[in-house]
């Protein structure tokens, strides 16, 4: 990329990487954040990233942090702030052993939960203590996005910047491409269409529950209605289990859809909650084997959405499936054991490594018999795949009016994963 520089470095258990550039473009903002998302890519898992100002003509770096799960934070104040802890590492020219150019400092206040206003003051005090009246050359994260971290560069104009090509940050699933992402346009432009419009409807309404699974019932059938040549129903019967319902059904020349619809609540993470989930993705793939079964020919997609409040969806869902979530860096506060949960064998969350292969395990075996006891017991415990077709997070994870988007596909076919297939 023309204009486009980095510096990186190793850190303990991590990686530091700044981006910088944009000085003969148009719009220096929208080139930084192209350079950070072929740095980064689509997974940023455990990764921290300081966006540049939204200022389209101003110029300030990209701040790309990887691993910070893993980094050693230590208390600043163990007795007046104990739950603000602080991480500082030598910047250098050539690594570990190079010559000491300057330093970065993040500062991460543990207090989840606490008032912002008191998260930023706690942190405004140690920002103050360690830079003191260094002014010059110094880079602070402004934005605010996340009210938990702040970073801070000593010497940032005298790294060793070099040309940015086509670099991108390891990732355990990284080959050096996106090999497996999963490219739907009418689903993909239907996620972000569902959060803006949830997000506005959160937005303008007194009630304490405007939004909810009706709600995306009716979007959805106004979304379909304007592309599709056939029907569109809403909770019609399972062919294969007839007393449940499904959400929305719909046909377009000769595919049939099927879609299960989830509302993220602080429920959801209960066991009961947990299971409903499951049974959606499990009744879903055997209506497809099913009705496939009666008629050969016939074409099916199955897919499962979930959505809500970008907090709710952070902590609810999503902080099962991943250490990092978009709340704050180190969700498990060092934790180095990580248990697998059912949500993360069910559903990804990484859209360069969409696909999950389910099937009668330890973690899985209980929701398998409980599936059996509530729909036929003769059931023998088939598998089944899931697919994340997108998702759409919200621009702020902590507003609780924006609301967040994803989707999967159930039993996705070869034909689906042609680049060339056409909803």
Same mark, same amino acid.
């Given at each position: 990329?023309?204009?486009?520089a ?5 850190l303990n258990?991590?990686s530091?990487?700044?981006l910088?550039?944009? =000085?003969?473009?148009?719009?220096p903002?929208s ?32 701040? #790309?942090?990887?691993g ?5 934070f230590?208390n600043?104040?163990k007795?007046?702030?104990p ?24 500062i991460?206040?543990?207090n ?14 140690v ?12 880079f ?9 971290? %702040?970073?801070i560069?000593?010497?940032i104009?005298?790294l ?35 959060r ?6 959160s937005?303008?309404?007194k009630?304490?529950?405007q ?45 049939n ?11 959801t ?11 959606? =993705?499990? %009744?879903l ?15 099916? %997609?199955?897919f ?12 609810? =869902? ?17 934790t180095?054991t ?12 990484y ?10 395990? +330890?973690?899985?075996?209980s929701?398998? +018999?409980?599936?059996n ?5 003769? =059931?023998?415990? %088939? ?8 998702? #759409?997070?919200?621009?702020n ?27």
């Amino acid at each position: 990329m023309r204009d486009a520089a980095i510096y990186s470095q190793q850190l303990n258990g991590g990686s530091i990487a700044i981006l910088w550039g944009g =000085l003969l473009t148009s719009n220096p903002s929208s080139w930084i954040k192209l350079m950070s998302m072929k740095y980064y890519g689509y997974n940023p898992h455990n990764t921290y990233i300081e966006p540049c100002s939204s200022n389209p003509i101003l110029i300030t770096p990209v701040v #790309v942090i990887s691993g910070i799960n893993e980094l050693p934070f230590v208390n600043y104040y163990k007795t007046k702030l104990p739950f603000t802890k602080i991480y500082r590492h030598d910047l250098t020219i050539n690594g570990e052993k190079g010559k000491r150019i300057g330093e970065v400092v993040i500062i991460f206040d543990q207090n989840i939960g606490l008032e912002h206003e008191k998260v930023k003051q706690h942190i405004d005090e140690v920002q103050k203590a360690i830079v003191k009246k260094a002014k010059y050359n110094v880079f602070i994260d402004e934005n605010g996005d996340n009210p938990h971290v %702040r970073i801070i560069v000593f010497g940032i104009e005298k790294l060793p910047f070099n040309k940015f090509d086509n670099q991108r940050i390891s990732t355990p699933y990284d080959l050096g491409q996106i090999s497996h992402e999963i490219n739907d346009e009418k689903i993909s432009e239907l996620a972000y269409i569902t959060r803006d419009w949830l997000s506005y409807m959160s937005g303008i309404t007194k009630a304490k529950k405007q939004v909810n699974e009706d709600t995306l019932r009716y979007l959805l059938c106004n979304y379909w209605e304007r592309r599709i040549s056939g029907a569109f129903i809403t909770e019609e019967n399972y062919k294969r289990f007839p007393s449940k319902e499904m959400d929305v059904k719909w046909k377009d020349g000769r595919t049939n859809y099927f879609m299960e619809i989830k509302y993220v609540s602080k429920n959801t993470d209960t066991s009961h909650e947990l299971q409903r989930i499951f049974n959606d =993705l499990y %009744r879903l793939s055997l209506e497809k084997e099913y009705k496939k079964h009666k008629k050969r020919t016939k074409n099916i %997609r199955c897919f499962f959405v979930i959505f809500g409040p970008s907090f709710l969806f952070e902590k609810h =869902l999503r902080s099962h499936t991943t250490i990092y979530t978009g709340l704050h860096p180190n969700y498990t506060f060092n934790t180095t054991t990580h248990t697998k949960h059912i949500l993360e064998e069910c559903l990804s969350f990484y859209r360069d490594e969409p696909h999950k292969a389910i099937s009668p395990n +330890d973690i899985t075996r209980s929701y398998y +018999d409980n599936f059996n006891t509530e729909y036929d017991n003769s =059931l023998i415990h %088939r598998n089944f795949t899931t697919d994340l077709l997108e998702l #759409v997070l919200a621009d702020n994870a902590f507003d609780q009016k924006q609301q967040s988007v994803a989707i999967w596909e159930v039993d996705r076919d070869d034909t689906c994963m042609s680049p060339n297939y056409k909803i």
